[in-house]
């Protein structure tokens, strides 16, 4: 069955250090992977999305994600986290032709000073 | 501004009433989603409709019904029979295709007192 998985349910950063989301998924041979974020009582806003090509795909916020086949992987980064970028984060896939997205269970990121 | 927007932002109900919950668009979109979403448990999906006057039910469309009587609404409602309606609903949109991104409203916070 198709699946996402975020393995880390809260991450604590300092401000400035780098991030690294983790997202595992298990689909069929052509997944689309999409990393969403969402802050307290709001929607959810698209940071980036995978389709086809280059592995390392890049986004909104200075945020990249990494596609990697080998790993069942689409990690999302950052180099230098603002304090503005604590929220939670949402990964989410769907098989190519399937219009249904799968989400994770997404990940509490907090930054401290 | 196109986007999509939902109505109320916080709504209240008591037990045995049924509720209907707004999603408009503007963008356009052929598709429409109602995702329902609780704490620790990412976004599950209710009901989608892809073209006007047909839906689909989702991973956990039981005590909810919609309809889509127009391309850019596709209302919610939450019945009695849905026996935990407390959660934060979200809509969402996009365009039919294999490249397909949903986007998604502000959301609707529903409390049953």
């Known amino acids: 069955a198709q699946s996402v998985t975020q393995p880390d349910i809260h991450i604590t950063v300092s401000e400035g250090a780098s991030l690294e989301l983790r997202c595992n998924y298990s689909y069929g041979a052509t997944p689309y992977l999409f990393w969403y974020v969402q802050s307290p009582g709001q929607g959810l806003q698209l940071l980036l999305k995978y389709f086809s090509g280059d592995t390392l795909v890049q986004g909104i916020k200075g945020f990249e994600a990494e596609f990697k086949r080998s790993q069942s992987s689409f990690n999302l980064r950052k180099p230098s986290v603002h304090w503005s970028d604590a929220a939670e984060y949402f990964c989410a896939g769907r098989d190519f032709g399937n219009e249904k997205l799968t989400f994770g269970t997404g990940t509490r990121l907090t930054i401290i000073p | 501004d196109g986007g999509i927007t939902q109505s109320p932002k916080y709504l209240f109900r008591k037990e045995g009433q049924n509720v209907t919950l707004s999603c408009e668009q503007n963008l356009n979109h052929d598709a429409m989603y109602w995702y329902r979403q609780d704490p620790g448990q990412g976004l599950r999906l209710i009901y989608y409709?892809?073209?006007?006057?047909?839906?689909q039910k989702g991973d956990i469309a039981e005590g909810y019904s919609v309809s889509r009587e127009k391309k850019e609404s596709f209302p919610l409602t939450v019945t009695s029979a849905q026996k935990n309606p407390t959660a934060f609903y979200l809509c969402?949109?996009?365009?039919?295709?294999?490249?397909?991104?949903?986007?998604f409203g502000p959301g609707t916070r529903l409390t049953v007192l």
């Open positions: 409709s892809q073209i006007v006057n047909d839906f």
């Open positions: 969402a949109s996009s365009m039919l295709g294999l490249t397909d991104t949903q986007y």
